[in-house]
């Protein structure tokens, strides 16, 4: 067995607590940085960050709406029921893992800072290759020939567009499935990216944060709060579908 495969293993079993410490230790321990020196500039840097984030979450959202996937571990071990080639896994053989990398990386462009670009984003780009290389061990292991020939229709990062729409339009879009699985994850990571600008405020150089601006961001995060609470309320109350 590989090194890297040994690694992703490891990295599996505590990718939980290992990227919230690595993304919130580093992101918030660190100061954000004033893009250009320009609070207009910093702005527009800020919105394409939040930009490739969303794409992110999209991704993630298609994913998890069109196809239920189990390949998600048991407890805190790579594992699979079956091999998932529908959906968006026939054009992209990892498709959740390019989806967490774009919102690490539009987090990385609204921070700013040396730390995020040298630090956090090879680091997750490290963790999820070597994840994916043991991944993909387990998957040959078990399921033999089946993922041999999936594996060379089927790129491993790079999305294949053609036959996307299709795609879309064939299956079922389940959007409960979608609130119940995924209502986490936009609303840890927008919170992080606001966080985020209230300390880029904060910062030499950078304008105060205006009443206005102030007032906006608590609105919407309160929002997001609210939306997170009623979803988790329903999912407790199995008013969300069950899987």
């Not at 209502?183 to 904060?202: C, D, I, K, N, Q």
Request: with cysteine; proline share 3%; charged share 20%.
């Amino acid at each position: 067995m590989g090194v890297l495969v040994r690694v992703g293993q490891l990295i599996f079993k505590w990718r939980d607590l290992l990227f919230s410490v690595v993304l919130v230790g580093i992101g918030l321990g660190t100061r954000p940085r004033l893009t250009g020196g320009s609070t207009s500039v910093d702005h527009l840097v800020d919105a394409i960050g939040l930009g490739v984030s969303l794409c992110g979450q999209v991704v993630r959202g298609l994913v998890i709406g069109l196809v239920y996937i189990t390949r998600g571990g048991q407890n805190r071990e790579i594992w699979a029921n079956t091999l998932v080639e529908e959906g968006i896994f026939a054009h992209c053989r990892n498709p959740l893992y390019v989806g967490n990398v774009l919102i690490i990386a539009g987090l990385t462009i609204v921070h700013g800072g040396w730390a995020m670009y040298f630090v956090v984003l090879p680091f997750f780009l490290f963790a999820y290759s070597a994840v994916v290389r043991a991944e993909e061990r387990y998957l040959r292991d078990r399921f033999g020939e089946s993922y041999t020939v999936y594996r060379m229709r089927v790129p491993r990062w790079w999305p294949r567009l053609r036959g996307l729409r299709a795609t879309l339009h064939a299956g079922r879009f389940d959007w409960l499935r979608v609130v119940r699985k995924e209502y986490g994850t936009p609303f840890a990571w927008l919170s992080g990216a606001a966080m985020l600008l209230l300390v880029e405020h904060r910062g030499p150089g950078a304008a105060p944060l205006r009443s206005r601006e102030g007032l906006a961001l608590a609105t919407i995060w309160c929002g997001l709060a609210t939306a997170y609470l009623i979803a988790r309320t329903l999912k407790l109350r199995g008013q969300l579908g069950q899987d």
